[in-house]
């Protein structure tokens, strides 16, 4: 134990496959590529996908005997108590204990969140540091930060989900005596310009304004954040793992984009060090 604590990374959003575990993934890889400890936990007990992606990295590095850089991981476990009550209980305190431990031993902790409204994933966030929601490109998915109207395109009130992050962050400043900084990134934006994404950009730094979110660059739908699922690896381990898939730019664009991400935390620290990647 060195007396470190981590800084807290949750990514979160109500919302299914709006690229939650990929962002994930690959900021826990980008971190550990830049030289630092890092813990996982996966509160998404049923898909399990981060826990499923760091397995099939530790099966790759043992296939092919190389060593890549690997996070604590850890999936959390429902508890099997009958009482609702006493079944929130003990999982907040199972992530309690859980988030001490890995904040003692690492340097971050990325936290990956199920698509829902769940007791364990509210509680997370009133311990992140940093929370990354990624975003879809679709008014559809906008809808849970805020409610638009159709004619003037104004921001009439909070969604589900920013009315949520509203009333946990209050919960954070009571309990930690510090704010929560909100990254919002757009995921998968196409390449293509269209009416949408052009209207996305337009509304997306006035809500953050009102809302109190940074924006920040997303992933462009790439291939290969998909593909390298099954091996456990990211655009960011293909030099060590010796694997040239083609697709040059967009692989190198991919990089990019992992990289400004990583720049966005506005973390001195990770800043520092980019320049390994
Ligand atoms: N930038 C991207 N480019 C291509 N596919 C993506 C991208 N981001 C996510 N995906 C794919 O979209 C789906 C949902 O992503 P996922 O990360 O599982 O979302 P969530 O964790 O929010 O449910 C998955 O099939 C994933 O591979
Ligand atoms: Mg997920």
Request: hydrophobic content about 40%.
């Amino acid at each position: 134990m060195s007396g470190r604590a981590a800084h807290i990374i949750v990514v979160g959003n109500e919302k299914g496959g709006c690229g939650k575990t990929t962002v994930s993934m690959h900021l826990a890889v980008g971190l550990l590529r830049l030289g630092f400890k890092v813990g996982c936990i996966d509160l998404d007990h049923r898909q399990q996908s981060l826990g499923r992606y760091f397995s099939n990295r530790r099966a790759w590095m043992e296939r092919s005997g190389i060593d890549l850089p690997t996070p604590t991981m850890v999936v959390m476990q429902p508890s099997n108590a009958e009482l609702k009550a006493q079944a929130a209980a003990q999982e907040k305190a199972g992530l309690e204990g859980l988030l001490g431990h890995l904040a003692r031993q690492c340097d971050f902790v990325v936290i990956d969140c199920p698509g829902s409204d769940v007791a364990l994933a509210r509680h997370a966030h009133v311990h992140a540091d940093t929370l990354i929601t990624p975003i879809n490109d679709s008014l559809l998915d906008l809808d849970l930060l805020g409610r638009l109207d159709p004619v003037s395109w104004q921001l009439q009130a909070g969604g589900v989900y920013s009315n949520l992050v509203w009333e946990l962050r209050k919960e954070r400043r009571a309990a930690h005596r510090s704010g929560i900084d909100w990254l919002v990134t757009r995921s998968r934006l196409s390449a293509l310009s269209d009416r949408n994404k052009q209207k996305m950009a337009e509304i997306l730094p006035r809500m953050s304004k009102i809302l109190g979110f940074r924006l920040a660059d997303g992933f462009g739908e790439r291939v290969i954040y998909r593909y390298l699922f099954l091996w456990g690896l990211t655009v960011l381990d293909m030099e060590q793992a010796g694997i040239d898939l083609g697709g040059g730019k967009s692989n190198q664009a991919a990089r990019q984009e992992v990289i400004s991400l990583l720049r966005s935390l506005w973390l001195p620290k990770v800043n520092e060090r980019l320049d390994r990647l």
